[in-house]
């Protein structure tokens, strides 16, 4: 990165950490309450507006079950809280139903959990943005007509706030959480008091609520009734939704991080129950209506909210109340994706760990996040605003199957995980509690296919079928990758009985006038290309020779040493600590202090490299050592010699590439 470039990117997200700090970005759980709750209480702001628009929009009169479409979500709510505690307690590690799929029921469960996961993530940004930017637009109305702009830009935002560190983001959310939080309790407790007193108002925009049937032919009320009801039902689970985020992003707590984690999941699940709850009740006892005349050809956030209408019965219209509910509720909206930007990046390091999808997702940037996954999260999320026009609808029948996909595989996995468990088990108290949380896991696994067929169904033809269409080729495209980097590991991978301890290293040569030369062999890792390119080194007359390998966070280099020495490699192995998690900065910095230490000599650095087939197989590979190569090309007395490996041919030898600086020309061996 040329130096402009780096002074920007150290304005716009800061210096860079160093590995030692990771265990300060851990986020205590008065942050971490208010940054994983932003997801389940936000969907307070909507989740109530689309189930009452659904019900009113039926035609039927079902206004008045409202309250019990509450409780049903309330009651899969508790499922699935209680179903991710067992989560949490065996798979501390994060990555969730992934990691449990793909333990417990193999590779393609894993990689279907993680693709229904990454959509469910992406869509999570992309209904809080809208949202956000709807209710913007109704409260600023020359603002309307860029919703999707506004919506479009709020990404951005929270993707640079991400950029900058977990913890500096954990910290932005809370006050604004704990706020809408502390409004919308101090509304039910004061309407809860009204209502036991007899005083409680109406909404301005109060509509009569029918009983069921009234007016509607038998069959039409059994029928449609249910089919309006299942609909509704799946409109309001964006409030279940959230609970992923605490389960999937485990090790981002203090220790002890379990703990921790099962604390959060119970306060976080029980707060927005109880607020959902009340909030239907509310909405019931106030007459909130959202009629279809409302409705009609505009989207939800364009009439009045359901919690606008909620404060403005209680504390009139126009009051400071209902218009800080408003404008708490559009600021948590803005927010409410930072949890999907802490849960998504640890997913695709996961994921890139297992090898579903490039390695270059597992690697953390200057400031101790997975930058490329908040990167790919902002992208993914702007296009489906895009696409959508940041149709909230639309995007909300999108939303859920997902989610209650990668619910299900996962419960699934965790049953058969206790049924292991309690097969081997002696002692009986384990022998009961292993049934215990396997009968746990089996109803929650029946429970929640039913859900999930229920919400597919419903909304297959509003937009379901996108969801489960993205997460097919997304599978597709995981299963791809992997089979790739199998057969690439397979091709790489050395023999256990290779040894290099006799290989010969040859003598220096005689100078005849020409300057000595020294050589130095970059390695990443030890694998096929390695040993060609200490090989290639080893053939060459040089006065010294050493391999050089980058030591990060992430880094195996332990691994690395272990082979390097099992395989009595005759040469020096020098290990460079990098806090930075940086290859190309100290890589570059040893290969000049070295130039200094020998000014007389000159400098011959050997790097390995892939050739590929094809041009969408280099995005499977980090080529840092190709960027090593072109820096150090600069430097007058260092020849870099590419020792290339062909990746679709490694059977035959490819022609070895030398690269030379002009100014040393005649050091090549």
């Not at 940037?365 to 149709?391: F, H, K």
């Not at 020495?565 to 900065?585: D, E, G, Q, T």
Request: aromatic share 8%; with cysteine.
């Amino acid at each position: 990165m040329s130096r402009p470039l780096a002074s920007v990117k150290r304005i716009v997200i800061g210096r860079p950490f160093s590995s030692d700090r990771l265990a300060r970005q851990r986020l205590p759980k008065r942050f971490a309450i208010p940054s994983f709750a932003a997801d389940t209480v936000s969907a307070l702001a909507y989740a109530p507006d689309e189930i009452i628009l659904t019900l009113g929009l039926s035609g039927i009169g079902l206004f008045a079950w409202s309250p019990w479409v509450g409780i049903a979500i309330v009651f899969v709510m508790a499922i699935v809280v209680t179903a991710h505690l067992n989560v949490i307690e065996e798979y501390p590690g994060g990555g969730s139903d992934f990691v449990v799929a793909r333990t417990n029921l193999g590779p393609n469960a894993g990689r279907l959990a993680g693709a229904a996961l990454v959509t469910d993530y992406v869509l999570t940004v992309a209904v809080a943005s809208s949202q956000a930017g709807a209710y913007i637009g109704g409260a600023i109305s020359p603002l309307a007509p860029f919703q999707t702009g506004m919506a479009m830009v709020i990404i951005a935002l929270l993707a640079l706030v991400n950029l900058r560190g977990a913890r500096e983001s954990a910290r932005l959310v809370s006050l604004p959480v704990y706020t809408f939080i502390a409004l919308i309790t101090i509304t039910l407790v004061w309407g809860g008091i009204e209502a036991w007193q007899g005083t409680l108002g109406l909404s301005p925009h109060a509509g009569s609520y029918p009983e069921p049937g009234e007016g509607e032919p038998a069959a039409l009320t059994a029928l449609g009734g249910a089919f309006v009801l299942a609909r509704a039902f799946s409109s309001g689970l964006p409030v279940v939704s959230g609970v992923k985020a605490i389960t999937n992003t485990v090790p981002v707590f203090r220790p002890p991080k379990a703990r921790n984690a099962c604390i959060t999941l119970v306060i976080s699940g029980a707060m927005t129950a109880v607020l959902f709850l009340g909030v239907m009740l509310l909405a019931l006892a106030t007459r909130v209506s959202l009629s279809p005349r409302e409705a009609e050809g505009a989207r939800v956030s364009e009439a009045t909210p359901v919690l606008g209408q909620i404060a403005e019965a209680i504390f009139g219209a126009g009051s400071l109340m209902s218009l800080a509910m408003l404008a708490m509720a559009t600021l948590v909206l803005c927010i409410a994706a930072n949890t999907a930007f802490t849960g998504l990046p640890v997913l695709t390091a996961a994921l890139a760990r297992t090898g579903d999808i490039p390695r270059v997702f597992a690697s953390r940037g200057d400031r101790l996040v997975y930058s490329n996954g908040i990167l790919l999260l902002a992208g993914l999320a702007e296009i489906v605003v895009l696409a959508t026009g940041a149709n909230i609808t639309l995007l909300i029948h999108m939303y859920v199957v997902g989610v209650f996909m990668t619910f299900t595989i996962g419960q699934l996995g965790m049953f058969r995980h206790y049924t292991k468990k309690h097969r081997v088990a002696v002692r009986l108290k384990e022998r009961q509690r292993f049934a215990r949380k396997r009968a746990v896991s089996l109803v929650a696994t029946v429970c929640l296919a039913l859900v999930l067929v229920t919400v597919a169904t419903a909304n297959f033809l509003l937009g379901a079928w996108v969801t489960l269409a993205a997460v097919a080729l997304m599978w597709a495209a995981m299963t791809i990758i992997s089979r790739y980097y199998s057969r690439i590991f397979s091709k790489l991978a050395l023999g256990h009985d290779e040894d290099l301890g006799r290989w010969p290293i040859a003598a220096p040569a005689p100078l005849d006038g020409k300057d000595p030369t020294r050589g130095i062999v970059l390695l990443t890792q030890l694998n096929r290309p390695a040993i060609r390119a200490i090989k290639e080194a080893m053939a060459s007359p040089h006065l010294s020779l050493q391999a050089v390998a980058v030591k990060t966070k992430d880094s195996a280099i332990d691994t690395l040493s272990t082979e390097w020495f099992r395989r009595k490699i005759p040469i020096p192995l020098r290990v460079i600590n990098s806090p930075y998690r940086a290859l190309l900065a100290p890589l570059d910095d040893y290969v000049r202090s070295f130039t200094r230490t020998y000014p007389r000599d000159a400098v011959v650095v050997y790097i390995p490299e892939f050739l590929v087939g094809h041009w969408w197989e280099s995005i499977m590979h980090n080529h840092v050592l190709r960027r090593v190569t072109t820096r150090l090309e600069k430097y007058e007395r260092v020849t870099v010699r590419r020792v290339p490996w062909d990746l679709d041919g490694s059977e035959h030898e490819a022609s070895i590439a030398s690269y030379r600086n002009p100014a040393v020309k005649e050091l090549a061996p």
